[in-house]
């Protein structure tokens, strides 16, 4: 893997770079929390890298210099909670179409009464 996150407001150098700065100027805020930059960072690696947790290295540098690498435990779970986030988005997506067709179909059936 040739991609990481340079912690300079948003960043990305390396293969697939475009794609992962694209997603992080779109979706970086000032402010963001360390667990919140973190969650960003590895939902940018995952629109570029299929095969999850495996194949991402994040390391962590704080502002006073501190720096640690994140264990593959802990990009499991942050990787975990995304997929759950984005399944719990794709059935809201779902509901909202069910919603509209139905709703749809409703107003067809009262125009065809009339």
């Given at each position: 893997?040739?991609?990481?996150?340079?912690?300079?407001?948003?960043?990305?150098?390396?293969?697939?770079?475009?794609?992962?700065?694209?997603?992080?100027?779109?979706?970086?805020?000032?402010?963001?929390?360390?667990?919140?930059?973190?969650?960003?960072?590895v939902r940018s690696?995952l629109e570029v890298?299929?095969?999850?947790?495996?194949?991402?290295?994040?390391?962590?540098?704080?502002?006073?210099?501190?720096?640690?690498?994140?264990?593959?435990?802990?990009?499991?779970?942050?990787?975990?909670?995304?997929?759950?986030?984005?399944?719990?988005?794709?059935?809201?997506?779902?509901?909202r179409r069910a919603?509209?067709?139905?709703?749809?179909?409703?107003?067809?059936?009262?125009?065809?009464?009339?």
């Amino acid at each position: 893997m040739n991609d990481f996150w340079i912690g300079t407001k948003a960043n990305a150098i390396g293969r697939s770079s475009k794609t992962v700065k694209e997603f992080l100027e779109k979706n970086w805020a000032e402010g963001l929390s360390t667990e919140e930059s973190i969650k960003l960072t590895v939902r940018s690696l995952l629109e570029v890298v299929q095969t999850g947790a495996k194949n991402i290295e994040l390391s962590i540098m704080d502002g006073f210099g501190s720096f640690r690498q994140l264990s593959l435990n802990e990009l499991e779970a942050v990787v975990s909670e995304i997929e759950k986030e984005k399944e719990v988005e794709q059935q809201r997506l779902r509901d909202r179409r069910a919603a509209t067709a139905a709703s749809q179909a409703a107003m067809g059936r009262r125009a065809g009464d009339e």
